[in-house]
């Protein structure tokens, strides 16, 4: 089955710096990935996602990027506000096989003033 | 659009009896549902993917007698955790993918979690 690695697993950065987290997968079937952000004792909500026909996305100050070749996709948030402090989860998804996710570890990211 | 809603949010119950917990999708048919667990400062664990009307399909190493998944209609899927036990506490969370034209294939929506607490 698909294995996702995901790092750094804690990350603290300044107010206004970038911060950017990778994760690795393990299955070449996998084509859809996406990140969620979650914040404690809430639900993971979904703030960007990439498929496999493309290399980057971008939405205003977040951006994913997508090497199919190595495996491994990318988060980035620039100009980083204190309200971007969650844990940051990658998630990969085979085609078939019902569609389901597999999640990273997670990453908490801490935004300092 | 899109939203998910899961009751209760949270739940006390002694070690040994049943609860039951409901997923719905509110303004869409869901036609997976699927259902995860997460303990503290861990990741999301698929434990198993339930489509309507046909049996859940659940992930290695999780007890389908021990956790019962009904997905009667396109709105609702229910988890119960029998005979639950303090190792069973946790938080448990659903999503919902949607079907049919306009729809991705991907995407899922998470409802809100249900914190389970076994004394």
Not at chain 1, 6 to 19: K, R
Request: hydrophobic fraction near 30%; include cysteine.
């Amino acid at each position: 089955g698909e294995n996702v690695e995901q790092h750094p697993s804690t990350l603290s950065v300044q107010e206004g710096d970038s911060a950017v987290i990778k994760c690795t997968y393990s299955d070449s079937a996998s084509n859809y990935f996406p990140w969620y952000k979650q914040e404690l004792g809430k639900r993971p909500q979904l703030i960007i996602d990439i498929r496999s026909n493309v290399g980057e996305k971008k939405d205003q100050r977040i951006a994913v990027t997508l090497n199919k070749t190595a495996k491994h996709f990318s988060l980035h948030i620039t100009e980083t506000q204190p309200e971007d402090s969650a844990v940051y989860f990658c998630a990969a998804s085979p085609s078939g096989g019902g569609n389901k996710l597999t999640f990273g570890t997670g990453t908490q990211l801490k935004v300092e003033l | 659009g899109a939203v998910v809603s899961q009751h209760p949010s949270r739940v006390i119950c002694k070690s040994g009896t049943s609860v039951k917990i409901e997923c719905r999708s509110l303004d869409f048919q869901a036609t997976t549902m699927f259902w995860y667990r997460q303990f503290p400062k861990q990741s999301l664990m698929l434990m198993a993917t339930s489509n309507e009307g046909s049996k859940a399909t659940y992930e290695q190493g999780v007890e389908k007698d021990k956790f019962l998944i009904n997905h009667a209609s396109l709105t609702l899927s229910t988890l119960t955790v029998t005979s639950a036990h303090p190792e069973d506490s946790s938080f448990y969370i659903c999503s919902a993918r949607g079907g049919g034209a306009g729809w991705g294939t991907y995407e899922q929506y998470f409802g809100p979690g249900t914190r389970l607490t076994v004394t």
